[in-house]
């Protein structure tokens, strides 16, 4: 046990708005795009998904690089932390979060400014940065997910869909 000898209490998270959220396809091939929205609206029963696949939990090298949705909290903001309401639960979801340029950023991914990043069996994923990030635009950008059956939108498959994402500072 420690204790705090300062006194001070470190300073709760604050919640961050989102103003627009936009798929990020860099290979060109969207999964979902007119739904982002689902993923900002408040609504657990709302939700952007990807496509099915055949080969997982994880995407890289055999299908693509990753999947992923930028969002713009409006102006910048320190970036302490996120939680990802997931779909599908089960063997394995792997995102990482990351500052970008703009709702369409330039550069691969491995170029950008990581945040955090984390991985989960569960069907919520908090992850939460060592030292916050400054910035306006935050990737989520998801590179493993649980293989799940047949729904009313989707074949079987390494699969997942984001219900709620929220941004703490």
Do not use: C
């Amino acid at each position: 046990e420690t204790t705090n000898q300062g006194g001070d209490k470190p300073d709760a998270p604050v919640p961050l708005a989102i103003q627009d959220a936009q798929e990020y396809a860099p290979d060109g091939s969207p999964q979902n795009a007119n739904n982002v929205g689902a993923t900002h609206d408040s609504d657990s029963t709302t939700y952007w998904r990807s496509w099915s696949y055949f080969d997982g939990p994880d995407l890289v090298p055999s299908v693509k690089q990753g999947v992923g949705i930028v969002y713009d909290l409006g102006s910048d903001k320190d970036i302490a932390g996120a939680s990802i309401a997931l779909r599908y639960g089960g063997d394995h979801t792997t995102l990482s979060v990351y500052a970008v340029d703009s709702l369409n950023p330039s550069g691969p991914v491995g170029s950008m400014q990581q945040i955090a990043t984390g991985r989960t069996s569960d069907s919520t994923l908090k992850v939460t940065a060592k030292e916050p990030v400054n910035s306006r635009y935050v990737l989520i950008w998801m590179t493993a997910m649980p293989y799940s059956p047949q729904d009313e939108y989707s074949d079987p498959g390494y699969k997942q869909g984001i219900t709620d994402v929220a941004f703490t500072g």
